[in-house]
C-alpha cells in the first residue's frame, strides 16, 4: 500500500531553535496534514494543505505541500518546551479508500530548556 | 461538546479473552474510524464506517470487528485477543469524506494482551 517516509525519526534541541521535518512518498496525495500528539492523547490537527505549492502558517508553524504533491514539510521556529510531542504527516490520495488518510511513523520531538 | 470519547483508557487481557472498546462522538459526524498505533509505526486503520449501518475493512481488519448502528456510537469487538493486539487504539471521526475538515481523534485505549 501507500505509504508515507517521514523524517527524522526524531529530534532533541535546545529552546529556542527552529525545527524542520518532512515527509515525502513515491505517491501523489491531495491533500497533505501535519498532526501533534501529545503523551496520552490522540493526534491533534495542526495544519492542512489542499493545493501543489500552498504554504501555510499557524504561529510558529510553517507547512508547505510540495510542487509534486509527494512531499510537504513541516517547520516550527523558535522552539518552547510545550512543543514537545510526535508530530505526524498524513496525506490522502482521494483515489484511495474513502477518508483513509495515510500517516507517516512520526517524528518525536524533545525540547531542552 | 466532549468531541470523540473512547473507553476504557487503559485494559489488560489474557490471550484468548474478548473485549469491546467504546467510541462515542457527539459532533453529529458521519464518518468514524478505528486506528491501532503500535510504537514508532505510525497510525495504521483498522476498520471504517462512512454511515449508520455501514462500515468496511481498513488496512489492518484481521481480529476485529465493528458495528454502526447509530451515528454517535462505534464499538471496536476483539473476539479471541491475542498478544499482537497489544497496542493503542484510536477513534476517530469527520464530517464528511476525504480531510478537508481534518479528524478528530479520541484519546485512545491503550490495551494490553499477555
Known amino acids: 500500500g501507500q505509504q508515507l517516509n517521514q523524517s527524522p525519526q526524531s529530534m532533541f534541541i535546545q529552546e529556542g531553535e527552529d525545527v524542520s521535518m518532512n515527509c515525502t512518498s513515491s505517491?501523489?496525495?491531495?491533500?497533505w496534514l501535519w498532526y501533534k500528539q501529545e503523551p496520552g492523547e490522540g493526534p491533534v490537527l495542526l495544519i492542512a494543505l489542499y493545493k501543489a505549492g500552498e504554504l501555510t502558517s499557524n504561529g510558529r508553524l510553517t507547512a508547505q505541500f510540495g510542487i509534486t504533491r509527494k512531499d510537504s514539510f513541516l517547520n516550527i521556529s523558535a522552539s518552547i518546551p510545550s512543543d514537545v510531542g510526535i508530530y505526524f504527516c498524513a496525506g490522502l490520495n482521494y483515489g484511495g479508500s474513502q477518508g483513509n488518510l495515510i500517516f507517516g511513523k512520526g517524528t518525536k520531538l524533545s525540547v531542552k530548556p | 461538546n466532549a468531541g470523540v470519547t473512547q473507553t476504557p483508557k487503559f485494559r489488560i487481557l489474557k490471550i484468548g479473552q474478548s473485549m469491546t472498546l467504546q467510541c462515542t462522538q457527539d459532533?453529529?459526524?458521519?464518518?468514524m474510524y478505528w486506528y491501532r498505533q503500535d510504537p514508532g509505526m505510525g497510525l495504521k486503520l483498522i476498520y471504517y464506517s462512512v454511515g449508520a449501518g455501514i462500515t468496511d475493512k481498513g488496512e489492518v481488519p484481521n481480529g476485529y470487528n465493528v458495528s454502526r448502528s447509530t451515528t454517535e456510537d462505534f464499538p471496536l469487538r476483539l473476539e479471541l485477543a491475542a498478544p499482537s493486539q497489544t497496542s493503542v487504539y484510536f477513534c476517530?471521526?469527520?464530517?464528511?469524506?476525504?480531510?478537508?475538515?481534518?479528524?478528530?481523534f479520541g484519546s485512545g485505549t491503550r490495551l494490553t494482551v499477555v
Open positions: 505517491s501523489i496525495f491531495n491533500t
Open positions: 459532533m453529529n459526524h458521519n464518518y
Open positions: 476517530a471521526s469527520s464530517y464528511r469524506s476525504g480531510a478537508t475538515d481534518g479528524y478528530t
